[in-house]
């Protein structure tokens, strides 16, 4: 198995720009989480899905961020407009049913820089 | 709201030595506890899953040990070597909220 495939590993934009990061789940996984890592805050999790449906958004920090799962297989983490404050390694995960209370596979991350 | 402290943030010793790290919580009610390790650039990596009622989980040289009611885990890892330095990240799966909540990491350098 492939593991959780994240793209690009490294996205460098210029605020005001819109930024699409990517995420391809373990085949069979039933739960996406994308989370945020920065030194300041560590890691936080922005939204999970479970079955493509977006269970819990409440860590998304403002309507500039958007996620969508049009299907089991792929998931994308939208940030338009991007801001300065938005640099950060983003990771997804994902894991088998009854999600965060099982073990949750990691992605190797998008570094991103905002100018 | 759950709180996840590691201490020390930092740890530098000697290729061999027995080590523990530590992680604390606020919150008991707490589904599971997971230990992590993260290599600079790259993604986690999950070492240990403790359920709640599980006191202990052993992998190789890692031990990992859980004390809801006091709020604490330790992870021990016996023998270090410099290919065990790394980040090591606790999070516990909250009841009240099902979520990850994760400490802040404790970064370990094996010295050869």
């Known amino acids: 198995d492939a593991g959780v495939i994240q793209s690009p590993r490294h996205e460098v934009t210029e605020m005001g720009q819109e930024v699409t990061l990517r995420c391809k789940p373990i085949s069979g996984h039933d739960y996406l989480f994308w989370y945020r890592q920065t030194m300041m805050r560590g890691l936080e999790l922005l939204i999970y899905f479970n079955n493509n449906v977006p269970i819990d958004d409440s860590g998304m920090p403002e309507d500039r961020f958007s996620a969508k799962m049009p299907n089991a297989s792929f998931s994308t983490l939208k940030i338009q407009p991007s801001e300065p404050r938005d640099s950060a390694v983003y990771f997804c995960?994902?894991?088998?049913?009854?999600?965060?209370?099982?073990?949750?596979?990691f992605g190797p991350g998008t570094r991103l820089t905002v100018l | 709201k759950q709180e996840v402290t590691q201490i020390p943030a930092a740890l530098s010793v000697p290729e061999g030595e027995n080590l523990v790290l530590n992680c604390s919580f606020t919150?008991?009610?707490?589904?599971?506890l997971q230990w992590f390790r993260q290599d600079p650039g790259k993604g986690l990596t999950s070492l240990l899953l403790?359920?709640?009622?599980?006191r202990e989980q052993t992998s190789g040289r890692l031990n990992a040990s859980l004390d809801k009611s006091s709020g604490r885990s330790t992870l021990y890892i016996a023998a270090s070597q410099p290919g065990d330095s790394a980040t090591y990240l606790c999070a516990v799966g909250s009841s009240n909220t099902g979520k990850l909540i994760f400490g802040q990491g404790t970064t370990l350098q094996v010295k050869p």
């Open positions: 995960a994902s894991s088998t049913d009854r999600g965060v209370y099982n073990e949750q596979f």
């Open positions: 919150d008991s009610a707490i589904y599971n």
């Open positions: 403790i359920q709640s009622s599980q």
